[in-house]
């Protein structure tokens, strides 16, 4: 009798590879980033711009608040058609200083300041971000002579000066700038095309998505710093129950060959992302979830079915034992050929899939995943899904014919 049954058991381990795009899509999945969205600008070309504002005195420009990409895409925008720019027109006393505008900062965050020179003709001079009135107190601050990048900053008015004392009197200065400032708030909330952009202050960074239904959450968290360079984060993800959080997955990562796409599989509920960066880094976070709630049994006796041409999507969560199981069957009606797709949602993971019936099936690779099949006899078919590794593990079992 056990000889038997084993003749028609089939047992097998699959694993899954990473496979983003099933998860992702309607979501933005490319990396972003603040340095790739800068406009190139030089200073004689907003002299010759219309649009932008000139004047011998020191001009004043309010920054511009950024709390999403969706925020910086439009105000680059803006940039680029020489809108939200200031332009200074002036000349100098000797030894001076040049200050050539104020920055208004509604905000506390990281500013971003794209701008351009020209001294006595020459482009390329360097401008700086100082204490309004003291041209020797600078912030802390990245400058390339294209970009001045200004972390931990204060929500306050701010001046922006030459950075060279120009030694002869009336000597001509022109300046077109514009700012932004990359807000530091916590626990806003990310998702779909929401990409939240993050001002880190040094401390740990709270960013908060929701869950409606028991899924795979796909989350890409990563970094840019000064200097235009965008890494992985380690972060961890917390489920808030009544007035507590709970860590629920720690020392997760991306990797940029995946645009810094993690799946885990998570239950309904409230989440916040916690990730660290060094002081004046942004962060990013993107998030989106692929529903996989569908109904399973416990045991064989609980086996949930599945009709021909259907499917079931499930996840086994990070936080839940190797050791769990999940029960399905199906019903073959005549003897033939028979199909079971088992594929990934886009995690990389392990399962152990055990199928029993009147016949022993076969199993091979198929796109995302496997196909189990064979000349079925009438009769009912268990199929016993098993975690079989840690973090997540979601899938998709169709009775495909």
């Known amino acids: 009798m056990v000889k038997n049954f084993l003749k028609r058991t089939l047992c097998i381990a699959l694993s899954f590879a990473m496979m983003t795009g099933t998860v992702m899509v309607g979501a933005k999945t490319k990396t972003e980033s603040i340095h790739s969205k800068l406009p190139a600008i030089t200073a004689s070309q907003r002299v010759r711009a219309k649009q932008v504002k000139a004047s ?14 969706s925020d910086f895409d439009t105000l680059s925008n803006k940039w680029q058609a020489n809108q939200e720019m200031m332009l ?28 351009a020179t020209n001294v006595a003709g020459v482009d390329g001079g360097r401008l700086k971000l100082c204490y309004d009135g003291n ?16 972390g931990a900053v204060k929500a306050g008015t701010y001046a922006l000066y030459l ?21 530091s708030q916590n ?3 990310f998702g779909g095309n929401n990409v939240i952009a993050s001002a880190s202050t040094g401390a740990a960074t709270y960013q908060q998505f929701k869950v409606s239904k028991r899924g795979v959450a796909a989350i890409a968290v990563y970094k840019e710093n000064a200097a235009g360079n965008v890494s992985s984060v380690t972060y961890s993800v917390q489920k808030l129950s009544g007035n507590t959080w709970k860590t629920v997955a720690t020392g997760l990562a991306g990797e940029a060959k995946n645009n810094y796409v993690v799946t885990t599989g998570l ?19 993107i998030n989106v979830n692929q529903k996989a709630s569908d109904s399973y049994g416990t045991s064989k006796k609980k086996a949930k079915e599945i009709k021909r041409k259907k499917s ?13 199981t999940h029960w399905y069957k199906i019903k073959v009606k005549k003897t033939g050929m028979t199909y079971i797709d088992i ?49 997540t593990s979601g899938y998709q079992v169709k009775y495909t014919k």
């Open 56 to 69: 011998a005195a020191a001009v004043q420009l309010n920054a511009t608040n950024v709390y999403t990409m």
């Open 88 to 115: 200074y027109q002036g000349y100098s006393d000797a030894n001076e200083y040049v200050k050539v505008g104020t920055v208004r900062v509604g905000i506390d965050g990281t500013v971003v300041i794209p701008y």
């Open 135 to 150: 041209p020797a107190m600078t912030l802390s601050q990245t400058n390339n002579g294209k970009v001045i990048w200004a």
């Open 163 to 183: 950075e060279t004392a120009c030694e002869n009197a009336n000597t001509p200065v022109v300046a077109a700038f514009g700012a932004a400032v990359i807000s």
């Open 187 to 189: 626990n806003r909330t």
């Open 267 to 285: 239950a309904a509920g409230t989440y916040r992302v916690v990730a660290n960066a060094a002081s004046g880094e942004i962060l990013y976070f």
């Open 312 to 324: 079931k999507k499930q996840v086994f969560l990070s936080n839940e034992s190797t050791s769990k």
């Open 343 to 391: 594929t990934g949602l886009g995690n990389r993971s392990k399962i152990s899939v055990t199928v029993t019936g009147a016949a022993r099936l076969k199993n091979k690779t198929i796109s995302k995943g496997f196909r189990i099949y064979g000349k079925a006899k009438k009769g009912t078919y268990y199929i016993k899904i098993k975690k079989g590794s840690k973090g």
